[in-house]
């Protein structure tokens, strides 16, 4: 029986050396020589044979672990550089929103008024060369007017309001629109608002000088780091598409504020309209292979 133990001994801890050799080739991500490989399933075997003679339950013979390498230089190198661009164009159409407020002392004497004033400066507008799909009554509201006396809340009469937007107006003829739909009835212009029909072209070349603008600046970065620029990988457009447009309200107030006089003026001068110019602005990523 001694003899026998002598035997095992030796034969144990060979086997044991052998699988630590197969884990240290393993977890240093190098593949393993073949004859090395080769030696993990005889290990395991005489792991089992041990574990037989010595009734221990048999080792699990499962690979320890497993992985790919990815040979470099699959992956081709890329360069991603911002661009913004301005694109400037003279406003051709503008979008007043007026309001109409009417008093009265009874609520149904005070809506007819307030009708009777809208449909006015409809037929005005339309009388002007204004289309009926450019009018859009926006907004309607009707309250009462309370009068505090002696701790004592009494209703003295009611206040309607209409809010009415017109749309596509012409630069050239809005002085005439303006003035002529004040003397209508028009008691508040809210705002005066420029645009134009030209923003989808505008935008269109504002992208075509960001790409170009993207293009010279890859050039430069990649001149300066000793490479060279490929085709485009990919481009993002990260600006809005929404329509350029600003608002006078400076010009709104003086209509509110003009006296009968100034507005004769105002119709005869076109000149008194100054609409400016409306910035069209995009911005991109575009990302370049190098190479």
Excluded: W
Excluded at 14 to 39: H, R
Excluded at 59 to 81: C, H, K, M, Q, Y
Excluded at 136 to 149: P, V
């Amino acid at each position: 029986m001694r003899n026998i133990q002598k035997k095992i001994k030796p034969r144990y801890i060979l086997c044991s050396t052998a699988v630590l050799a197969a884990i240290s080739f393993i977890g240093c991500g190098t593949a393993a020589p073949q004859d090395t490989a080769a030696a993990v399933p005889a290990a395991s075997a005489a792991s089992a044979a041990h574990a037989a003679d010595s009734n221990e339950p048999a080792a699990d013979t499962a690979p320890i672990s497993s992985f790919t390498v990815s040979p470099l230089g699959n992956e081709r190198n890329t360069i991603t550089v911002n661009s913004s661009e301005k694109v400037s164009i003279v406003p051709d159409i503008a979008e007043v929103v007026y309001a109409v407020r009417t008093e009265a002392k009874e609520a149904s004497a005070c809506q007819q008024k307030n009708t009777e004033d809208i449909n006015q400066v409809i037929r005005l507008l339309k009388n002007l060369g204004v289309a009926e799909s450019s009018i859009q009554t926006t907004d309607y509201s009707m309250h009462a007017i309370y009068n505090y006396s002696n701790n004592t809340q009494r209703v003295t009469g009611y206040e309607a309001t209409s809010t009415l937007t017109v749309s596509g107006l012409p630069i050239d003829s809005l002085g005439t629109v303006l003035t002529e739909s004040v003397n209508a009835g028009i008691n508040n212009i809210q705002s005066i608002t420029y645009q134009s029909g030209r923003y989808e072209e505008a935008y269109t070349e504002a992208l075509r000088l960001a790409v170009a603008s993207a293009k010279v600046k890859a050039d430069a970065l990649a001149e300066a780091g000793g490479c060279t620029v490929g085709s485009i990988a990919s481009i993002r457009e990260n600006s809005n598409y929404g329509e350029a447009r600003y608002t006078d309200y400076a010009l709104a107030g003086q209509m509110r504020s003009y006296g009968t006089a100034e507005k004769q003026i105002m119709q005869e001068d076109s000149a008194a309209i100054m609409p400016g110019e409306l910035a069209v602005d995009v911005n991109i990523t575009v990302e370049y292979f190098i190479q």
